[in-house]
């Protein structure tokens, strides 16, 4: 299942409905299909579109993949995205997730997605929420995603991990909140 991305990007989709009437982009690799006519990739390429939310994602998988559960690659880089839905903490086998270059404005979004067990990639450089006040933007998004090896193209070091996750057992055990990551 391991066959090439199926990528829609650069087609001006608005919306994940509009995936369905699209044919994918061509590949160097060939893209396979099953005898159902569904694409048999666990990779997805969204980038470079205006889309503005995620409604509508769990449809569309089952419509394009042949095992839509077992997507892990996920790239929605560049586009207009505000908030990350909970329908990407259904996709339990993500692995890597490109949301950079959207509109995320707070950091409290990323906590949304603390519940993907292997989840080691993500991307969120160029969005608002990276020059939120009041936090260490990397340091936050650490210590809320454990499983993290890379972000933002970067390798996460074990000294990142380490103050990140000291970092958050001391806001755990004074119970601290900020409201303005909330919403």
């Not at 990528?7 to 608005?14: A, G, H």
């Not at 569309?60 to 042949?66: A, Y």
């Not at 959207?102 to 020059?131: A, C, F, M």
């Amino acid at each position: 299942m391991n066959g090439a991305p199926l990528d829609f990007s650069f087609k001006q989709l608005s919306s994940l409905a509009d995936v369905a009437l699209e044919e994918p982009n061509t590949s160097v690799r060939p893209l396979r299909r099953n005898p159902d006519g569904k694409f048999s990739s666990s990779s997805l390429r969204l980038n470079n579109n205006m889309i503005v939310n995620l409604q509508g994602l769990t449809d569309t998988l089952s419509t394009l993949l042949s095992k839509p559960q077992r997507l892990a690659w996920l790239d929605l880089s560049f586009n207009f995205i505000t908030h990350i839905h909970p329908v990407l903490t259904e996709l339990s086998e993500l692995r890597v997730l490109y949301l950079h270059g959207n509109s995320i404005r707070k950091l409290s979004e990323v906590d949304k997605l603390g519940s993907l067990p292997y989840l080691h990639t993500i991307t969120l450089h160029g969005n608002t929420l990276e020059s939120e006040q009041g936090y260490r933007y990397r340091g936050y998004v650490i210590s809320v995603l454990p499983h993290l090896k890379m972000m933002d193209f970067s390798a996460i070091t074990k000294e990142e991990k380490i103050l990140a996750s000291i970092w958050q057992r001391s806001r755990r055990s004074r119970g601290i909140t900020d409201h303005r990551t909330e919403g």
